[in-house]
Every structure is written in structure tokens, then in C-alpha cells.
């Protein structure tokens, strides 16, 4: 923090703001209803009773009527660019036939490459895909681009095929849909875009993130899906100050721990790990992660493996010896296999405690035996997960049972993570769900398998202070709202406050205050929270015309 005043060290007087008559989420007084901000830190937590005597005319004061007061969400997984795109780009999750998708195609703006993003042809009766032919009449013969909802996979026109030149590669077989090598080559044709047209997809992805009371988003670039001048403007955003701050990772495969710092110096940009995106396997969706057995609804079939065990293991001995975290993309068993297994590898050349001490972090992690969660608890991995994938595709006769069959059930293990002391951290991998914290909460609590609910206060650290002990962040007191704390919080109108427990033989929501346990929104209720303002170090990211009126 900058001494004294305000950032930069001005000699002007910090702004001081008070806020009363609501509850604030802290670990400092369950009963909280009042929260001091000065400056950029939390200065004073208490009762309605002690900011009466407190308040005085030279803060803002701001009544929070009701509303609750709790630290800002951190997603552990996302996009910028790409969300940006999708933001801006067609809108295919409500397509519901390729007749749908082709019709959206023909309504897309005439100029540039046709951009869209989220179908998913197991939501269709006809899971026929378009034809080459299809999609060029409907396209007007401008280059296409479809990711589909897990973006492991595309819908390419011909031009994009001749752009990217796709003939030949692994991947493509003549038709739209491309997967693997081929699939990388026409995701990166597709982004040659402009600086600033990048600037714009990663501005409006920040403030959508603000305006659902993220604090902060760690961002997954990787060579398979954009440029490191990506990964620099993602970085560069920290240097403003108004908008959530930027968790850089970039996935690139390091074979020495030399290899690895000249990746490192290269870059252009200081960022946390050599991990997020440095893919194993693939989707579920798309049919390439890494399964032990066959895929139910593709008999011979088992996913993709993009990495060996060697080559895994010598990234993770690389970045252990350096001392910074690594880590990948893994969904299937097999692939998760081969991860543990390189794990092991790199603990026999570089120690054990150097892997421990890392802090090296896996993505998504969907199918973990009790035997492999075991062994990431050994290591310390951090598993970053993404709810809503549960919420979307666990369902009954959803993608996952389709795909998996009676696996299904085992998919996402959120409280077996928790009782096998794997450390959790959860996000959207927006944009592939979307930036909604509370729906991500509730997937928490709802997940299709009772077994495997959690509670909602483990939820919502999961969701918030889990994501920057995941990041190894400098100041330990992120993600609390305690005196000397920075002021990083969101403001809620909730309809009601309550205690929940992942129970279903007892009550599951209560009000009693016995339980001396910070009150979260009841979210049995289908409506999320209304975010009305989020802060990032005292600095106001988002406001809701409705906190002041």
C-alpha cells in the first residue's frame, strides 16, 4: 500500500467510507452489521450500535438497507479474450438443431469473420451437424468460426479451413467439425484480430466480471490459444487499477528448469505459474479427454492424450526446482492418471518437498478416484474446478451420462476433494459457463450427486479466498474481511440471509444465531443475489444505480 493517502503516495486525505445497517460476511464478528473502509483497507468491523458512535461527518456513508457486505468472488479459471468474444460474438447455447445455428449464422453482421460461441448438439433431438455446404451458403462464404460450449472443439467454414490451412492436419476430416491440432490451428486464424478490437473483448470480459462482484480472475493463456501479446495486455490491466485484477498463467511445456526460465523471460510479463492450459487431454463434450475405458456413446473410443508422462513430469521437476507453480488441463481418468503419474516422476528428481512447496495446481479434475485424490493430497495440488460443469451436464440424461454412462456419477467429486484434504478452488472457465458466483455456489450445493454437496460457506470460500491462496498471492489476508484486510468486497441485495449445511436428513437453511456462523443468502430460492457494488482495494469497480437511490 502506498504511504500516506492516496495511490502514488498523495499527500491528499484518504477517502473514508462507512458502511451501516446491513451484514457484513467476516470472520471478525458473525454478528456484524457495520464495516469501516479507509482508504484501501478494512479499518474497523462491528454492530450498528458502535457505527453510530464511530460515523461522523467527513465519511461517506453508504446505508446498505438490509444488503450483505462480503469479500469480492475470485474465478480461478477463465478466458478474457474469449469471453469478450463470446460476449460479443453469436449466441449459441439456445440453438436446438443446426437449422437453429445455420439461421444465426445468416443474421451475423456482414463484414469479418463470423464469430459465435456455446452449441452443443446434445441438447438437440438431431444432432446432425451442418454440412460444409451449409454453413458457407449460410455464411455468405465469410470465414466461420463456432466454438462449441467446452471449446475443445469447432464449426469451421471452408474459408477458415483454407485460411488456417486445415487440409491434412490431425483433427479434420473434410467435414465442420474440427478437434485436436486442427481445431488450434483454426481457433489461433480465427483471433488475428486487431489490438485494439482484443482490448475491447478483454475490457467488456472485466466488467462483466465486476458487475457479478469479481474482485479478481485468473487467466489461462496457453500457445494453443493465443499470442503472448495477449497474455501481456491481459497482464497490462493491473496497471489501471479499475477493474478486477489479473491472475496471469500462461501454459507452455518446459522440459528443464533452464527451458523454463527462458519461457519465463521471454514473455514480456511477470505471471504465476507455467500452468493453467497446458492441456493433457481434452472434453467430455468433444470426446477427447483421456479416458481408462471406452466412451459409452462411441464404442473404441477413449479421448486423446497431448502429453506424455516424461514430458509432464519434466515440466513439473522444472517448475518445482524453480520454485513456481506448473500445472495442467486434465478432465479424463486416464489423463489424471498421467498427471499423478508424472507427478511421482518429478518428485524422485527434484524431491518431494520442492513439488509440495510449488504449490503446482491441476484444472478441472472431473473423474478423481479416491485412490488419486489421495495422491494429489500428497503433493499439495490445488484442484481448480468449475461447478457448473455439474449443473449443466450432470443431469439426468445429460452430456455426461451420455457420454460416461454410470460413470457419470463419480463426476466432479467436490466433497470428497474436501475429505481427502485436496485443496479446492473453484471458477467458470468462462466462456464456457458463464460469470454467475452464486449459480456457481449453488451447482456447490445442488450437485447432482448428494454425496457430493458441500455447504455453502464451503462453497463460497471456495469461490472466494480458495482463489488467491490457489494463486500463492502475497498477502495472506485476501479474501477476509478483517481490520487491515484489503477493502475487496461485493454488496448484495439479498432477499434472505441464512446458515446452510449440505444435509438433506436435516434442515438444510437456518437463521438461528447460535450457530455464531457469517449469514449467506439463501439460495434455495432460484434467484441470485443482485450485485450493487464491488471494490477492489478501496477502489470502486462497478455500482449499481440502485446503492445509492
Not at 439461421?103 to 441438447?123: F, I, K
Not at 500462461?250 to 492450459?277: M, R
Not at 488419486?372 to 493430497?377: D, G, H, I, M, T
Not at 445442488?446 to 458441500?454: T, V, Y
Amino acid at each position: 500500500m502506498n504511504q500516506p493517502g492516496t495511490p502514488g503516495g498523495s499527500t491528499q486525505p484518504r477517502k473514508v467510507t462507512m458502511y451501516r445497517n446491513g451484514s457484513v460476511y467476516t470472520a471478525a464478528d458473525p454478528f456484524a452489521t457495520a464495516m469501516l473502509v479507509d482508504g484501501d483497507t478494512v479499518a474497523w468491523v462491528g454492530s450498528e450500535q458502535a457505527a453510530t458512535s464511530i460515523a461522523d461527518a467527513s465519511m461517506d456513508i453508504i446505508d446498505l438497507r438490509g444488503a450483505l457486505l462480503a469479500p469480492g468472488f475470485v474465478d480461478s479459471h477463465v478466458h478474457l479474450t474469449e469471453t469478450g468474444m463470446a460476449l460479443a460474438g453469436l449466441q449459441l447455447s439456445s440453438a436446438r438443431s443446426a437449422r437453429e445455428l445455420l439461421d444465426a449464422v445468416a443474421t451475423a453482421p456482414t463484414d469479418g469473420t463470423v464469430l459465435g460461441h456455446g452449441w452443443d448438439e446434445t441438447m438437440w433431438q438431431d444432432r446432425t451437424l451442418p454440412t460444409p455446404e451449409e454453413l458457407g451458403r449460410a455464411a455468405r462464404g465469410r470465414p466461420v468460426y463456432l466454438s462449441r460450449i467446452d471449446v475443445h472443439s469447432a464449426l469451421v467454414s471452408q474459408s477458415l479451413v483454407a485460411a488456417a490451412g486445415l487440409d491434412g492436419m490431425d483433427g479434420f476430416d473434410g467435414g465442420t467439425q474440427v478437434v485436436r491440432a486442427a481445431h488450434t490451428a483454426a481457433r489461433l486464424a480465427a483471433r488475428q484480430l486487431p489490438e485494439a478490437d482484443r482490448r475491447g473483448y478483454q475490457g467488456a470480459a472485466l466488467r462483466e466480471a465486476a458487475a457479478n462482484g469479481y474482485v479478481a480472475v485468473a487467466e489461462m493463456s496457453a500457445p494453443h490459444i493465443c499470442s503472448t501479446d495477449d497474455l501481456r495486455m491481459a497482464a497490462s490491466w493491473n496497471d489501471g487499477g479499475a477493474m478486477p485484477e489479473v491472475l496471469p498463467y500462461w501454459g507452455e511445456l518446459a522440459t528443464s528448469s533452464g527451458h523454463a526460465q527462458s519461457i519465463l523471460d521471454g514473455l514480456g510479463t511477470p505471471v504465476l505459474g507455467l500452468a493453467g492450459d497446458l492441456n493433457i487431454d481434452g472434453s467430455i463434450g468433444s470426446r477427447t479427454a483421456a479416458l481408462r475405458e471406452d466412451y459409452s456413446d462411441a464404442a473404441g473410443h477413449r479421448g486423446s492424450l497431448y502429453l506424455s508422462v516424461d514430458d509432464a513430469a519434466k515440466h513439473l521437476a522444472a517448475c518445482s526446482v524453480l520454485g513456481i507453480q506448473a500445472g495442467f488441463h486434465v478432465i479424463g481418468d486416464a489423463g489424471l492418471e498421467a498427471a499423478l503419474d508424472a507427478l511421482d516422476l518429478a518428485a524422485a528428481e527434484a524431491g518431494e518437498q520442492r513439488v509440495r512447496a510449488a504449490g503446482h495446481r491441476f484444472e478441472h479434475v472431473e473423474m478423481a478416484s479416491s485412490a488419486a485424490l489421495e495422491r494429489l493430497a500428497t503433493y499439495s495440488v490445488t484442484v481448480s474446478a468449475q461447478p457448473a460443469f455439474d449443473a449443466v451436464w450432470g443431469t439426468p440424461g445429460g452430456l455426461y451420462e451420455q457420454r460416461l454412462g454410470e460413470r457419470s456419477r463419480e463426476m466432479n467429486p467436490f466433497a470428497a476433494f474436501y475429505s481427502k484434504g485436496v485443496p479446492v478452488a473453484f471458477g467458470s472457465d468462462s466462456p464456457v459457463t458463464p460469470l454467475r458466483p452464486w449459480s456457481s455456489v449453488r451447482a456447490c450445493l445442488e450437485h447432482n450427486n448428494p454425496e457430493q454437496r458441500i455447504s455453502a460457506r464451503a462453497a463460497f470460500l471456495g469461490h472466494t479466498r480458495a482463489g488467491w491462496r490457489a494463486s500463492k498471492y502475497r498477502n495472506p489476508l485476501m479474501g477476509q474481511l478483517v481490520p487491515g484486510a484489503p477493502a475487496s468486497f461485493a454488496v448484495w441485495e439479498v432477499e434472505e440471509l441464512m446458515v446452510q449445511v449440505a444435509d438433506n436428513r436435516v434442515q438444510s437453511w437456518s437463521t438461528d444465531p447460535r450457530a455464531r456462523t457469517p449469514l449467506l443468502p439463501a439460495l434455495d430460492t432460484g434467484n441470485d443475489p443482485a450485485c450493487l457494488q464491488t471494490v477492489r482495494e478501496g477502489q470502486e469497480l462497478f455500482a449499481s444505480p440502485a446503492l445509492r437511490g
